[in-house]
């Protein structure tokens, strides 16, 4: 009996150790997301910001832009060691 809780209780600490990694990378990526369109619409430093204001780490942002297209940006944000990219274009 008690090698049958002791391994229920395993099997609930994973899943529990997964849940916060799959919430902490969704959480990145829409970190990601929103900082790659508040810089295409606002510009770096309010996509600076919003990365700031959900505690995470803006680890690169490149914009390239290409007369009569448009601009497009790739940001890359770490939040609690999982790294999230996100690219967003304001192309015609």
């Excluded at 900082?35 to 490149?62: D, F, P, Y």
Aim: hydrophobic share 55%; net charge negative.
């Amino acid at each position: 009996m008690m090698g049958v809780l002791a391994l229920s209780f395993s099997w609930v600490l994973a899943m529990v150790t997964v849940e916060q990694k799959l919430t902490t990378s969704m959480s990145a990526q829409a970190v990601a997301d929103a900082a790659a369109l508040a810089a295409i619409e606002n510009g770096e430093g309010v996509a600076q910001q919003l990365v700031a204001v959900n505690q995470a780490r803006l680890v690169s942002l490149e914009a390239h832009s290409e007369a009569g297209v448009g601009t497009t940006v790739v940001v890359v944000v770490e939040l609690d060691g999982v790294l999230a990219q996100a690219t967003a274009s304001n192309a015609n």
